[in-house]
């Protein structure tokens, strides 16, 4: 932890530094191989926390769902029967996240040049897009298969 101050630190000077590049409008081009490690050092964490909050929330919902619905409605000994339903709530939840996140990103894409900058300045609507097919694919997948454990465990007759 005695690091944090400085990866702070660098974090700010690195951001101040291409502040000051994009209003003389200048290329980082020797520079950015100084500025982009404090930058990504931030970065990546931030980008992995808000694309997957939602796993330990679902994680929990899940586990509650497997407690009370699971384990009440079925015999005890189905074997997967937790594990896929606390899956699937993962899986459903980070992609209604996901389709979330990419509408937000469609409607005001500068949101990642801001929080990113240099590196989210290529962002694009296309982007965008690309995540809400993702998490359509995922949300479809996981509902599929959902549909498909619960028929094989005989609670849906259809």
């Not at 005695?2 to 101040?16: E, K, M």
């Not at 929330?57 to 509650?64: K, L, M, P, R, V």
């Not at 459903?92 to 996901?98: D, I, R, T």
């Amino acid at each position: 932890m005695d690091l944090l101050p400085y990866l702070i630190a660098s974090f700010c000077l690195s951001r101040a530094t291409v502040a000051v590049a994009a209003q003389r409008q200048e290329a980082l081009e020797g520079q950015k191989w100084l500025i982009y490690p404090a930058l990504l050092l931030v970065y990546i964490p931030l980008a992995t926390a808000v694309l997957l909050w939602p796993i330990s929330i679902a994680a929990a919902f899940g586990d509650h769902v497997v407690w009370g619905f699971i384990l009440a409605e079925f015999h005890p000994s189905l074997p997967g029967a937790e594990g896929l339903v606390v899956t699937l709530c993962i899986t459903v939840a980070l992609g209604l996240w996901w389709l979330f996140v990419g509408i937000l990103l469609r409607l005001r894409p500068r949101i990642v040049t801001a929080l990113f900058r240099p590196l989210g300045d290529r962002s694009t609507v296309r982007h965008a897009l690309w995540l809400e097919i993702i998490a359509l694919a995922i949300i479809t997948i996981s509902a599929l298969i959902g549909f498909t454990a619960l028929r094989g465990f005989g609670t849906l007759r259809w």
